[in-house]
């Protein structure tokens, strides 16, 4: 499985953008997928997951602002962000998991997309 994320940026805040997370070699839809983030000098921590089934999960510091969605006939996974604030400026990555339903995806990775919210 290949995962190539795209759609970062620059944006005020408030603003909004939508990442995409498309995959090749598989169909994501049997898959649970996510998108985590990493700040410089932290550890990756998870932002969004969607299982096979379509349950999301949120960190809370993005509820309410954050959706993550399927896009089934593009195998593609989508995380629209909106109302972004300084704070979630950081590189973000897609992830896949061959369990279906796992709440931690991490069998494969996308490369890195940055987001960057100026105040």
């Known amino acids: 499985v290949q995962l190539q994320a795209s759609g970062g940026g620059l944006v005020r805040a408030g603003g909004s953008l939508r990442l995409s997370c498309a995959a090749s070699?598989?169909?994501?839809?049997?898959?649970?997928m996510g998108w985590y983030r990493q700040y410089p000098g932290k550890e990756r921590e998870l932002v969004a997951v969607i299982t096979s089934d379509g349950i999301t999960h949120y960190r809370d510091s993005v509820k309410g602002r954050f959706t993550i969605s399927r896009d089934n006939a593009k195998n593609s996974v989508l995380l629209q962000m909106s109302s972004l604030k300084p704070e979630d400026t950081a590189v973000y990555y897609c992830a896949a998991d061959l369990a279906p339903y796992s709440t931690v995806p991490y069998d494969y990775w996308g490369q890195g997309t940055q987001v960057t919210v100026s105040s």
């Open positions: 070699g598989r169909a994501l839809s049997r898959m649970s």
